[in-house]
């Protein structure tokens, strides 16, 4: 699965963004999209997914209640609307695919075999 990421800019502290992400094609063996992001020096780590078949999606707690993940399944595309950002949600924004897990396992990395080049999302003042 091919994915391309875009979305990503520079913005100030609680200001919004919206990263999509456009699949080549979602398989039964890739329901899951997830986005995953990873700041300079820091590792790569897990902020929202969603299972395209049924629509589940599970949240980091970093990103509760300020991003919502969602989809547009007549596109293949996964939307990750960023609202009331602040300056450590800085750093390269991936898109993945994979088999996805449940609400204690989406997390893992390792659960999503394709990956997008990134987005880039800077904030601050």
């Known amino acids: 699965v091919h994915l391309v990421e875009s979305g990503g800019g520079s913005v100030q502290p609680g200001g919004s963004l919206k990263l999509s992400c456009v699949a080549s094609?979602?398989?039964?063996?890739?329901?899951?999209m997830a986005w995953f992001r990873q700041a300079p020096g820091g590792a790569r780590e897990a902020v929202a997914s969603?299972?395209?078949?049924?629509?589940?999606?599970y949240y980091a707690d970093h990103a509760k209640g300020r991003f919502t993940v969602s989809q547009d399944k007549s596109t293949n595309t996964v939307y990750l609307q960023m609202s009331a950002l602040r300056s450590e949600d800085s750093g390269m924004y991936y898109c993945?695919?994979?088999?996805?897990?449940?609400?204690?396992?989406?997390?893992?990395?390792?659960?999503?075999?394709?990956w997008g080049q990134g987005t880039q999302v800077t904030v601050s003042r």
């Open positions: 993945a695919a994979g088999r996805g897990g449940l609400w204690d396992t989406w997390h893992r990395a390792s659960l999503y075999d394709d």
């Open positions: 094609t979602i398989t039964p063996n890739t329901p899951a």
């Open positions: 969603i299972d395209t078949r049924v629509g589940s999606r």
